[in-house]
């Protein structure tokens, strides 16, 4: 308790040495001018200013031209006015046992196995695998899947998709009062499933968007895409001004389940759930008062030259031509350099100045005193952000963070929630994870909120925001029937939730 008071003390007092030091000179200054006369400022004019014109006035022109030219070069501010997550109908919702009956029903239509499925093994390895996850019993699986015998299909994943897409944009539309053709940027983001014409020529097909949006369809880049599609957005926003950006992420379950018998292919089965969510910015001064947040900072890392990063989550075919996703055992060990790398760069410039300075007194002892001090001093986060969403990949992703950053366990609740709650909704997972925060009410003016997610390449990804208001749960949130609920207790070593409610205001 004392070192803790301690580093307290001292975090206030280098936090605020500026104010310690100004105020006191502040009050000499007041002293000196207050005793001084009129004849002193006459003395003052006549033997200094007057005889420096010439200099003071070619600084004083700099300083106003200096002083105009940066209010009107400065990025304009990039406002979040209000986002919508899907909430998939109630008769997709998946228990783990129909999760489980979904697997067997998959693999039983595989024309490769004659409609039979008498190998148990498997669904020994999947069970387990799906019982220490951390997901419960009301994730959603997508209605192709659900069937008997399940849709497995281009058609079934386009539906999908866009019952996600479009689910997610007419209730923000709907909350935000903002009319489609308003929209000047559309970035989407879905990596897994790409038809032609894009997502994104389907959502200005859907919404009848005007005929020069900028609109732009990522793929390929795994569940940190959301972030890279919002810092695309911010850049964009930057240049063209007075408009609208429209971000939408998500993922597709249907065309991507796997059938094979490749373990490392069969995990990402037991994770991933359906899920989107659809995201309004902006660069209109007006929005400042309506908007939740504004966006601070985002920092992408990307570790793809390593071979290593670079092959630890990918898309192949197995030993029999079955499509699927690898994970290799490296994913961890993988992910907890990438986010080292990511906060090395987001730490200067969120971190308070008395963090910096222990961190790199720590830094300068450790080149000198490599035998004493083993390990780098970790900056105390929690000084400079008041809520983490920490992308909801599984138990072992936010373990990584968790440690990575050292977090308490209450700082990764809304990551722990999302998962049992929703799964791995991929990009879109952080965006639950903000909306939980607001449907506890927990989010207030000044705060800011780090998302951070991680993906194939090995990517990842922080934006940092800054609530503007005390911000309120959205209208339809997804949380809005099930908050009191939550957070469950998880079984540290099963996975396995032990009780049903404990602090509704948690």
Not at 111 to 124: E, F
Not at 459 to 476: E, P
Request: glycine share 6%; with cysteine; proline share 4%.
């Amino acid at each position: 308790m004392t070192s803790v008071n301690v580093k307290l003390l001292y975090h206030y007092v280098i936090t605020n040495l500026f104010n310690l030091c100004f105020f006191p000179l502040t009050a000499i200054v007041a002293g000196k001018a207050y005793r001084l006369t009129i004849d002193d400022l006459h003395h003052l004019y006549y033997s200094y200013l007057q005889h420096n014109l010439i200099t003071i006035a070619p600084l004083f022109a700099f300083t106003v031209f200096g002083s105009v030219l940066y209010i009107a070069t400065r990025p304009k501010p990039v406002y979040l006015v209000e986002y919508s997550c899907y909430l998939p109908p109630t008769h997709c919702r998946s228990s783990i046992s129909k999760v489980m009956d979904i697997f067997y029903q998959v693999r039983k239509a595989d024309p490769s196995r004659n409609g039979t499925c008498d190998d148990s093994s498997w669904l020994d390895f999947l069970r387990k695998i799906q019982e220490r996850s951390g997901l419960g019993d009301e994730t959603h699986g997508p209605e192709g899947l659900l069937q008997v015998p399940p849709r497995k299909t281009f058609a079934a994943a386009r539906e999908e998709t866009e019952q996600v897409i479009i689910g997610a944009l007419e209730n923000l539309f709907k909350n935000t009062n903002v009319n489609p053709k308003d929209i000047g940027i559309l970035v989407v983001n879905s990596s897994m499933f790409n038809p032609t014409p894009s997502l994104s020529a389907m959502v200005v097909n859907t919404f009848k968007l005007r005929s020069n949006v900028r609109s732009f369809n990522l793929g390929g880049m795994g569940c940190s895409a959301g972030v890279i599609a919002i810092d695309l957005a911010k850049d964009l926003l930057h240049v063209h001004k007075n408009t609208y950006a429209l971000v939408v992420s998500t993922e597709n379950i249907t065309y991507n389940i796997y059938a094979g018998d490749n373990r490392s292919m069969m995990v990402s089965n037991c994770l991933f759930r359906v899920g989107g969510a659809a995201i309004l910015l902006s660069n209109k001064p007006g929005d400042r008062r309506r908007s939740k947040y504004e966006l601070v900072h985002t920092v992408r890392t990307h570790t793809g030259a390593d071979d290593k990063s670079f092959r630890c989550v990918q898309q192949g075919d197995d030993e029999n031509g079955k499509t699927g996703v690898s994970l290799s055992k490296d994913i961890t060990d993988v992910a907890g350099r990438t986010v080292k790398k990511n906060i090395a760069t987001l730490g200067p410039l969120i971190l308070p100045l008395s963090e910096k300075l222990l961190f790199f007194v720590t830094f300068m002892g450790k080149k000198l005193f490599k035998d004493k001090i083993k390990h780098y001093y970790v900056p105390d986060f929690k000084l400079a952000i008041d809520h983490f969403c920490i992308h909801a990949g599984g138990r072992a992703v936010i373990d990584v963070l968790e440690k990575n950053l050292a977090l308490a366990p209450i700082d990764v609740k809304a990551s722990r929630s999302t998962l049992h709650r929703f799964g791995n909704t991929s990009s879109s997972s952080i965006w639950y994870e903000l909306a939980y925060i607001e449907a506890k009410g927990r989010m207030k003016k000044g705060n800011k909120v780090w998302q951070i997610a991680l993906g194939s390449g090995f990517k990842c990804n922080s934006a940092v925001w800054v609530a503007l208001n005390n911000v309120k749960a959205s209208t339809n949130s997804p949380w809005e029937h099930c908050i009191d609920r939550y957070p469950v207790k998880i079984d540290s070593d099963s996975g396995k939730s032990e009780t049903r409610v404990q602090n509704g205001r948690s």
